[in-house]
């Protein structure tokens, strides 16, 4: 007989994981129609907060490696949603700025975020219950963070 720590219902990471691409599957339809990918959506939030960025905060804002970065940026530059510029400081960082197409997308999609904030309200999962699923979420991230170095 398994013992129960090895039934899959008993492990996070498989909520953790169904719960991430089941997300990423609730904004194709909503994106696929502007030619994006969630990914670049994600760019494209780090990017309409500040515009402006070396790669490389991108990428720490993303929580990914500049090499997983890097590509996904050369394929938005090429569809016209941002540039790439050497910067003046230092020309080995490069400068990430969205084009006029990308700014516009934020108002395109902007009711992406409620759209699929909806979707996932049910049950325990209330908008007054965001904030603390949020922070519980962000505990573990860093927990994770910190223990995987």
């Not at 969630?38 to 720490?60: F, H, R």
């Not at 569809?79 to 197409?101: F, N, P, S, Y």
């Not at 997308?105 to 904030?131: A, D, K, R, Y």
């Amino acid at each position: 007989m398994t013992h129960p720590r090895f039934k899959l219902e008993n492990q996070l990471c498989f909520r953790l994981y169904t719960a991430s691409r089941l997300i990423t599957q609730a904004y194709h339809p909503l994106l696929s129609e502007y030619g994006l990918t969630y990914p670049q959506y994600l760019v494209l939030l780090v990017l309409w907060e500040k515009d402006a960025q070396p790669v490389n905060d991108i990428a720490k804002r993303l929580m990914l490696e500049t090499n997983t970065v890097t590509p996904l940026l050369k394929r938005m530059e090429t569809e016209g949603i941002l540039t790439r510029t050497q910067g003046k400081k230092d020309a080995r960082q490069m400068i990430v700025k969205l084009t006029k197409k990308g700014q516009e997308l934020q108002e395109q999609l902007v009711c992406v975020p409620e759209t699929v904030g909806s979707s996932v309200l049910c049950g325990n999962v209330t908008p007054e219950t965001m904030p603390a699923l949020y922070a519980m979420l962000d505990d573990i991230i860093l927990n994770l963070k910190v223990h995987n170095r």
